[in-house]
């Protein structure tokens, strides 16, 4: 939060010009001035600034006249709706293809999987985003290139703010399909960006844990290989790949700002782009402050996740206590 507050004065010597616009008259950037307490010292400033935030009073967007927290409560159940079933596709995609490579160790099928992952994971998201419309939308029109359901459809009544579960609770069968129609090409594209990390952690954790004391004492009982497999080895390899996919919740949350643009996708990401090419600081300034809390979110769940997973974690903090 800090940051950010220092941020907003750097990106100009006149806070107050940002917070009105650039269009704004003189007389406008005065009031905004004395709203915000602008004129006031540093750590006056910095009270007001994080007595707002924490209270959800974000302000006047400048360009819509309404309040920015209307605004990112509108957008941000697109966004979460997106970042979910993103999530799901790289939960899939990454364990599915971590788990082949680590068990065909030194294949022509794990070098094949490790040249996927490897590729998808250094491909810039504007490039991902771009290749996935000119192929399944346009030389392959399977999905379309964007907006969040077909216009010949209607929508269903805000109930929840999240169209998919509206359209299931309201029984709108046409707008449910319509919205997953719509929703699977720019969440794949998501994925397919961000499970390369998951993929590697999970063919990692799958190599140390293969050959270890406990799976050949497994196999020594006559257990079958299945079993082997899924309950020795697959299980504590997921250790670290269940905490990391917390993480990449949040790396997702942040992503969805090229993607929602590309694909014309009316969530908080594409809100912030918006507000970023028309210098809407009041709006930007929320937003990012939304984005970081889901970062620390997510990273707060990744550890508590380990904690619950792994034992001796646990078992280490409590011996530590006693001593």
Known sequence: MIIIFFISHVLSPNPARLWAGPRARASTILAVAARYHLNDPLYTQ???FMRDLLTGNFGIDPLTGQTILSEILFYLPNTLELVL???????????????????????????????????????????AGILGILVFATYLPIFPSGGMYSMSVSPPPTITGFFLLDALISLNGPALASGLWHLFLPAAVLAIVNYGLISRAVRSSILNVRWSTYVKTARAKGLSENVVKRKHILRNALIDATSLSAVMFGWLLTGTVVIEEMFAWPGLGQFAYQAIYANDYPVLIPIVVVFTLGVIIANFAADVAYSLLDPRIAMGASSGSIS
Request: aromatic share 28%.
């Open 85 to 127: 079933v993103s999530f799901i596709f790289l939960i899939i995609l990454g364990i599915g293809f971590g788990y082949v490579a680590g068990m065909k160790f030194s294949t022509k099928t794990d070098s094949f999987l490790r040249f996927l992952y490897l590729a998808s994971w250094s491909t810039p998201m504007y490039l």
């Open 46 to 48: 910095f009270y007001f």
